[in-house]
Each structure stands twice: as C-alpha cells, then as structure tokens.
C-alpha cells in the first residue's frame, strides 16, 4: 500500500502538531510542501470529490491570502471549477494540513477524526 501524501508548510503550527501526531502513532507519510508544490487544479478535484466535502471546506479562511484577496463572498457562490482554479494558484489558499490517502481525504487537522479515520 502506498503512503499516504501529507501536504503541509513548515511554518504552520498546526501542520508541525499534525506531524508530530503522524510520528506518535507509526504513520509513514510521504511529504510535500503545500506553496512550494501546490496542488494542480486536477489533484484538487479528485481530492475534494473523495473528501465529499464541499470546495469552500478546502480553504485556509483564516490565511492572510484568502483576507487579502477578500474570497468570503466569492467562495460562497463562484462555480467549483472557478474556486479550484484559485485554490491551485496559491498553496497558502488551501486548508492545510491536507492527509490524502487511498481510504480518503482529510483537510484540517483534527486529531480525533485523524484518529477514526487511520485506525
């Protein structure tokens, strides 16, 4: 079975704790940096349609990108294509830390949900 694909940034706390989470309990992971390599449009769609989240659940609301660029309005009704085009033009846009692996998608970490979802 392949490893599951962590995207995170190094200079998100809470990407570190999930780290740290993956380490505690034996999860191998493969590693990438979220803004250096950010996600095309395309990795995007396929994970957002296995996360059956909705698109909006994919971006960091709290990131000073997504204020700047002032997306509250714009994310609540542009088309999913539109807003997974603009998810893949910044890695800071996406919510992160982002656990993609062949049981599902995970974005944002939480760590009793990690839990019942890797276990």
Do not use: H
Not at 66 to 90: F, G, M
């Amino acid at each position: 079975m392949a490893k599951p694909l962590f995207l995170c940034y190094s200079g998100c706390s809470t990407c570190r704790k999930a780290a740290a989470w993956l380490r505690d309990n034996g999860v191998e992971v493969e590693v990438r940096d979220i803004v250096a390599r950010k996600p095309s449009q395309q990795e995007l769609g396929e994970w957002i349609a296995r996360s059956g989240l909705p698109v909006r659940k994919f971006f960091n609301t709290s990131g000073v990108r997504y204020r700047e660029l002032n997306l509250k309005e714009r994310v609540a009704t542009a088309p999913e294509s539109e807003l997974t085009a603009l998810l893949a033009s910044d890695g800071k846009l996406v919510k992160r830390p982002l656990l993609v692996w062949s049981g599902g998608v995970l974005a944002g970490f939480d760590p009793e949900s990690w839990r019942r979802s890797l276990k």
